[in-house]
């Protein structure tokens, strides 16, 4: 990171009151892409992953039973959609910071955007999430200031 972003990374962490301090460490990428260029595993690679449940997420919306967040070690967070009448689809979300006590609050946004397109492409759920971001990549310091993270 820059010098201008090591500022904006502190301004966050100070204005969110977060500490990396022995709890974890944060690596926010430059840019995030849109949710529907996340990558997606078949149920087999999914199987085949050492992972640690995290949280369940209740249903969102008709046709959506739920949806369980994983975190794997060398790839970060999968959440694992559930579909009343479709199967599962298992899809990655970043993580920025240390599971160690749960997932932290900007992971999760994430993964609900992550979670907003996947119902949004197998059940044609509108959620408002999605209608704000850009089509393509979004610059983190943007992003956090979308999800209200930042000024």
Same mark, same amino acid.
């Given at each position: 990171m820059g010098r201008s972003a090591d500022r904006f990374y502190l301004n966050v962490l100070q204005m969110n009151d977060h500490s990396t301090g022995s709890t974890g460490y944060r690596a926010f990428p430059e840019f995030i892409a849109h949710p529907a260029q996340a990558?997606?595993?078949t149920p087999e690679e999914f199987a085949s992953t050492h992972k640690t449940k995290v949280q369940d997420a209740p249903s969102a919306c008709a046709g959506h039973a739920g949806t369980v967040i994983w975190y794997v070690e060398a790839i970060g967070y999968i959440?694992?959609? #559930?579909?009343?009448?479709? @199967?599962?689809?298992?899809?990655?979300?970043i993580c920025t910071f240390s599971? %160690?006590?749960?997932?932290?609050m900007i992971d999760g946004e994430f993964a609900q955007d992550v979670e907003a397109w996947a119902?949004?492409?197998?059940?044609?759920?509108?959620?408002? #999430?999605?209608?704000?971001? @850009?089509?393509g990549e979004i610059p983190i310091?943007?992003?956090?200031?979308? %999800?209200?993270?930042a000024k």
């Open positions: 990558r997606r595993f959440l694992e959609i #559930r579909f009343d009448s479709h @199967p599962s689809t298992y899809v990655h979300s599971p %160690r006590f749960g997932m932290d119902l949004r492409e197998i059940l044609g759920y509108e959620s408002p #999430r999605l209608a704000t971001l @850009p089509a310091e943007q992003y956090l200031r979308l %999800r209200g993270y």
